[in-house]
């Protein structure tokens, strides 16, 4: 019954979208797509998903319009809905505005997200997803006004939009090792809507003959919750006799709020594009191991920054990146290290008149030891038919932020069919 139910609503949209494309001369394009997992450690599959992605767009002379949604489906019975954008553009002589759900895009990097907080991350399946659907769109006003080469963006964000995380159940949830057992209130987790809740966004970027380069300011929220923990002490029923100690743990996840500077840059050198991103964050919450602390989190500032090297050797594109984060005014206690060091590499090679190509990225837990390997190989029957085959390769510290998936490695493959 849910088979037949699923086919009727896909006929059924599909009329409907063709219909009203065809009434109001609105341009569609999109995918669809099947992408399967299969888990390395046993066999089974990690990944069932299939794809409809729609773009609707009309564009005029001063106005223009945009909606992109995505339904996924899983297992054959899980549907999720998902407006990626929906906004509409006003043209000025000087300036423009986007107004509506969008996802924006800001730095230089790849793969890493160091000036690039606008848009808050969907991790529901890690990083493993492609970079323009990791992304969530967030209701906002967004003014791009012109200066010559230069270019001012500001951006006012009435609603709060969080990174979105694995569920339990998830292959991707991670159960955190707690000391007692929890309970959690997620109450003061949600943020109201309002002006004073509101996040501000200013960015000047400028392109040169020489560089282009972008300075950013925010006033945000962090996207990631930070748990603040109430211990709970009384008598230890499980021992005999019942002894006082730690009896349970009061969870209570809250955002706070962070001021972010920075800023990116990428130049020409010989052949060689040298990048470079960097941010610096205050007012961010840590927690602690502090033992005589009732809730034991922390506030301190901290730098997160990227240099890279993008590279060609005949054919084969290579790119690197050293990324760090340096905690200022670093607590033995914390539970995060003072310095943690990742790199990332990646080699590109495309043949048969570019409908061959190969790929390797990787991720470099350079701190914990741990890391990352995509390898993968797709081609194109044609401009609109695409089969690829990859894998997704956990090695290291179970400690690490690759090593601690070290069960889910996969092998999987995609094949897409663009309209």
């Known amino acids: 019954m849910k088979t037949i139910k699923i086919k009727g609503l896909f006929t059924a949209l599909m009329l409907i979208i063709g219909l009203y494309t065809n009434a109001q001369n609105i341009e569609l394009s999109g995918f669809a797509r099947t992408y399967e997992g299969i888990l390395v450690d046993n066999g089974s599959f990690g990944i069932v998903q299939q794809t409809l992605n729609l773009n609707f767009e009309k564009r005029g002379e001063k106005v223009a319009f945009k909606a992109n949604p995505m339904i996924f489906m899983f297992n054959s019975d899980s549907f999720d809905f998902r407006m990626r954008e929906i906004y509409m553009d006003l043209y000025f002589e000087n300036f423009d505005l986007r107004i509506g759900q969008q996802q924006i895009v800001w730095g230089k990097a790849d793969g890493v997200f160091i000036t690039d907080i606008v848009s808050p991350l969907n991790l529901t399946e890690f990083l493993l997803p492609d970079f323009d659907e990791i992304r969530i769109g967030v209701i906002a006003a967004k003014l791009d006004y012109y200066i010559g080469n230069s270019t001012i963006e500001a951006i006012f964000i009435p609603q709060f939009t969080p990174t979105k995380r694995p569920a339990a159940g998830s292959i991707w949830y991670i159960q955190p090792d707690f000391p007692a057992t929890p309970t959690f209130d997620w109450t003061q987790s949600e943020i109201d809507p309002s002006l004073e809740n509101s996040e501000f966004f200013l960015k000047y970027s400028a392109m040169t003959s020489v560089i282009d380069f972008d300075l950013m300011g925010g006033y945000t929220w962090d996207d990631n919750p930070t748990m603040h923990v109430e211990k709970v002490f009384g008598m ?66 901290y730098l997160n920054y990227v240099v890279g090297l993008d590279f060609n050797i005949g054919p084969v594109k290579l790119s690197g990146q050293f990324i760090q984060k340096y905690i200022i005014d670093h607590n033995d ?87």
């Open 333 to 419: 206690l914390m539970t995060e290290n003072e310095i943690n060091n990742m790199a990332t590499f990646l080699a590109r090679y495309d043949m048969l008149r570019e409908t061959l190509h190969l790929e390797l990225f990787s991720y470099m837990g350079l701190t914990n030891g741990d890391a990352l390997i995509r390898p993968k190989i797709s081609y194109d029957f044609d401009d609109s038919f695409s089969i690829l085959l990859g894998g997704n390769i956990f090695v290291g510290d179970t400690e690490g932020q690759f090593g601690q998936y070290g069960d889910n490695s996969m092998i999987y493959t995609k094949i897409k069919y663009n309209f």
């Open 236 to 301: 230890d029923t499980s021992t005999v006799p019942p002894k006082p100690g730690l009896i349970g743990l009061n969870i209570t996840p809250k955002h706070h709020r962070l001021t972010v500077f920075g800023g990116s840059f990428s130049t020409e050198i010989k052949g060689f594009i040298l990048r470079g991103e960097a941010a610096y964050y205050n007012g961010k919450h840590f927690q602690t191991t502090d033992p005589t602390a009732v809730d034991a989190i922390i506030e301190k500032d």
